[in-house]
């Protein structure tokens, strides 16, 4: 069971979806239990009218506040906003525990009509994840692919994710989790702390985004 922290929006919808056609069962947190009972309906209309819905047994949606989502999931995915990240989690701190946390967060900000990187004091918005849950595990993944893509039904996904963290047998579990949605290739991409360049790298792809009104990814190549 997969739990999602602040699922309502695109970007846990996105994966939640995804998932879901991948026949994992996911739990959509959110602070209001209205928000995220909304989000897991809407889940199951948009599994009802993907083309590929019927073709395979699909897994089940639910939504919860955050606190019981983390209790009621096996692993956790924070898809919450850079600026809310410490917050959040310091409030879910002892609900999460030592459970696997994928942290999919970029630290972006859009101002005065530019995209750019927020710094981060930790390196990276995954280790500053890590040390605000010192007991869970956290492993970095999904920064690199477009909530819109994911939402799309109609659209393929057909990307490279490449997963950061400390801890080897999370991060091939969290590999082998991503390469479940169709079209993902998950690449170890070394420990946490090099989780910051893959957060930065959505900066850049963001730009391109605005640049060629596109929803870029990347494919890392000569594996
Ligand atoms: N959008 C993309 O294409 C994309 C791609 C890669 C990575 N990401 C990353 O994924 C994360 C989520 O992206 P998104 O576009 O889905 O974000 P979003 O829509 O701005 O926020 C997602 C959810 O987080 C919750 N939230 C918002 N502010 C919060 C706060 N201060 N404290 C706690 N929860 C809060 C809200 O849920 P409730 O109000 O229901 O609690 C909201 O629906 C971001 O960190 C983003 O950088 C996004």
Redesign the pocket.
């Known amino acids: 069971m997969l739990s999602f922290?602040?699922?309502?929006?695109?970007?846990?919808?996105?994966l939640a979806f995804r998932f879901l056609l991948a026949g994992e069962d996911v739990i959509i947190?959110?602070?209001?239990a209205e928000?995220?009972a909304a989000?897991a309906d809407k889940l199951k209309e948009m599994l009802a009218s993907s083309p590929s819905g019927d073709a395979t047994p699909s897994g089940t949606a639910q939504g919860m506040e955050?606190e019981q989502a983390v209790k009621a999931g096996d692993d956790i995915i924070?898809?919450?906003?850079?600026?809310?990240?410490a917050?959040?989690l310091a409030l879910l701190r002892d609900a999460i525990g030592d459970k696997l946390v994928v942290d999919?967060?970029?630290?972006?900000k859009f101002a005065k009509g530019k995209i750019s990187a927020i710094p981060v004091e930790e390196g990276s918005?995954a280790e500053q994840a890590q040390r605000v849950l010192p007991e869970a595990t956290v492993i970095s993944a999904?920064?690199?692919?477009?909530?819109?893509?994911?939402m799309d039904p109609h659209e393929a996904v057909d990307c490279s994710v490449i997963v950061c963290g400390n801890d080897l047998e999370a991060k091939k579990k969290v590999m082998g989790l991503a390469e479940k949605i169709e079209g993902i290739r998950a690449i170890d991409g070394g420990g946490l702390a090099n989780s910051r360049y893959v957060?930065d790298l959505?900066t850049l792809l963001?730009n391109i985004n605005r640049i060629y009104k596109a929803?870029s990814s990347i494919q890392i190549t000569g594996l």
């Open positions: 922290i602040g699922g309502t929006g695109p970007e846990g919808l996105g947190g959110s602070r209001s928000r995220a989000a955050n924070i898809t919450v906003p850079f600026g809310g990240q917050d959040i999919t967060v970029v630290p972006v918005a999904f920064q690199n692919l477009s909530a819109e893509t994911l957060e959505t963001l929803h």
